[in-house]
T-cell receptor, first 115, second 113 residues
Framework: DQQVKQNSPSLSVQEGRISILNCDYTNSMFDYFLWYKKYPAEGPTFLISISSIKDKNEDGRFTVFLNKSAKHLSLHIVPSQPGDSAVYFCAASAQGQTGANNLFFGTGTRLTVIP | DSGVTQTPKHLITATGQRVTLRCSPRSGDLSVYWYQQSLDQGLQFLIQYYNGEERAKGNILERFSAQQFPDLHSELNLSSLELGDSALYFC????????????FGDGTRLSIL
């Protein structure tokens, strides 16, 4: 049972434009959400996170939005750069409910930024 | 560089064998996590240790075991290996075990022949 879903396997965006990556989840106990970027032959690299008490968190070109009622979060990258081309994973945990910090991952979205 | 070190990078072995994967967490991190990424699946949580003690278990097979040592490095032991165990095994670490980002190593690719 996939509790975190990324329904778009791939996304192509022109350099300089906005990239929007989406993620849906089913477990209402999730209270911490993260985005990771992954290049081939490397481990996932942490990008940005958000707690369920917030609806937005910003770090430079990256902004994560959380809509708890819709069980949806998104990652905005503005402006997109060719170096952003990678696979992006959404992840969530239910630490406040379970006491465990293990992450549930989506299946990833491959972002290609076209120069 | 995440600061998490995994060895070996690649491991090729045969069915029925036993292997040990090693992970050194980032300096100062007390919590270590193991994840498995199979070809047709996303990252799946296996087990978490915090300061030497098991904290959480995911869908880890009974043939698999792990431990975290006093110096905080961790080992994942896989025994009676089957073809389906071929996967990427990632280790991650975080400072504590509450809501903090986990930082991943580059993984160990295990191939069972």
């Amino acid at each position: 049972d996939q509790q975190v879903k990324q329904n778009s396997p791939s996304l192509s965006v022109q350099e300089g434009r906005i990239s929007i990556l989406n993620c849906d989840y089913t477990n209402s106990m999730f209270d911490y959400f993260l985005w990771y970027k992954k290049y081939p032959a490397e481990g996932p690299t942490f990008l940005i996170s958000i707690s369920s008490i917030k609806d937005k968190n910003e770090d430079g070109r990256f902004t994560v939005f959380l809509n708890k009622s819709a069980k949806h979060l998104s990652l905005h990258i503005v402006p997109s750069q060719p170096g952003d081309s990678a696979v992006y994973f959404c992840a969530a945990s239910a630490q406040g409910q379970t006491g465990a910090n293990n992450l549930f991952f989506g299946t990833g979205t491959r972002l290609t930024v076209i120069p | 560089d995440s600061g998490v070190t995994q060895t070996p990078k690649h491991l090729i072995t045969a069915t029925g064998q036993r292997v040990t994967l090693r992970c050194s967490p980032r300096s100062g991190d007390l919590s270590v996590y193991w994840y498995q990424q199979s070809l047709d699946q996303g990252l799946q949580f296996l087990i978490q240790y915090y300061n030497g003690e098991e904290r959480a278990k995911g869908n880890i097979l009974e043939r698999f075991s792990a431990q975290q040592f006093p110096d905080l490095h961790s080992e994942l032991n896989l025994s009676s290996l089957e073809l389906g165990d071929s996967a990427l095994y990632f280790c991650a670490s975080s400072v504590r075990d509450n809501n903090q980002p986990q930082h991943f190593g580059d993984g160990t690719r295990l191939s069972i022949l």
